[in-house]
T-cell receptor, first 115, second 111 residues
Framework: DTEVTQTPKHLVMGMTNKKSLKCEQHMGHRAMYWYKQKAKKPPELMFVYSYEKLSINESVPSRFSPECPNSSLLNLHLHALQPEDSALYLC??????????????FGQGTRLTVV | SQQGEEDPQALSIQEGENATMNCSYKTSINNLQWYRQNSGRGLVHLILIRSNEREKHSGRLRVTLDTSKKSSSLLITASRAADTASYFCAHANFGNEKLTFGTGTRLTIIP
């Protein structure tokens, strides 16, 4: 199984809503990532978890809250978002640096629209 | 910003021709990777070249790396309509899992 599964595929939320994005992988990868991608732009790194601990936070606003409940799951909790947060949110996983592999496997993304 | 730059931003070629895209980066790297993205969905890993390698091949793909110039190139030979996509380079740092993407090249193959 070389898949990273993201749910939901599409999400429309109001600025006062709370929602969560979910990501799952069963490849035994120990690093998991959240990226944000605006149209015609490259993916921008938001967070990296390594061995279920947050290892990189790219100065992301606190309205985005990541969570790694176990080695297979990664969540991104959303609260009080702004319309400019509308984007494609991509989850990825890799073996991890200490295991010699940073090749990332990506999910198909969640297209988020904030209204 | 540590983001890499790619050129050209967009490239249109006839089917069967070769496509070359270039990537530059700013930091010391552990490896450099190339990804393809179709229609704004998930990215697919194409090839990885380590910092101590100069050239690597995979099928119709050829990647070069020049660490002295902090640059890499991706060559796709005998292009096909299905190669139409956005291509991104991404560099990985030493010591952690940070993977930083370049600005990307939008490739269009004209049948």
């Amino acid at each position: 199984d070389t898949e990273v599964t993201q749910t939901p595929k599409h999400l429309v939320m109001g600025m006062t809503n709370k929602k969560s994005l979910k990501c799952e992988q069963h490849m035994g990868h120990r690093a998991m990532y959240w990226y944000k991608q605006k149209a015609k732009k490259p993916p921008e790194l938001m967070f990296v978890y390594s061995y279920e601990k947050l290892s990189i936070n790219e100065s992301v606003p606190s309205r985005f809250s990541p969570e790694c409940p176990n080695s297979s799951l990664l969540n991104l909790h959303l609260h009080a978002l702004q319309p400019e947060d509308s984007a494609l949110y991509l989850c990825a996983s890799s073996q991890g640096y200490t295991r010699g592999g940073t090749e990332a496997f990506f999910g198909q993304g969640t297209r988020l629209t904030v209204v | 910003s540590q983001q890499g730059e790619e050129d050209p931003q967009a490239l249109s070629i006839q089917e069967g021709e070769n496509a070359t895209m270039n990537c530059s980066y700013k930091t010391s790297i552990n490896n450099l990777q190339w990804y393809r993205q179709n229609s704004g969905r998930g990215l697919v890993h194409l090839i990885l070249i380590r910092s101590n390698e100069r050239e690597k091949h995979s099928g119709r793909l050829r990647v070069t790396l020049d660490t002295s110039k902090k640059s890499s190139s991706l060559l796709i030979t005998a292009s096909r309509a299905a190669d139409t996509a956005s291509y991104f380079c991404a560099h990985a740092n030493f010591g952690n899992e940070k993977l930083t993407f370049g600005t990307g090249t939008r490739l269009t193959i004209i049948p």
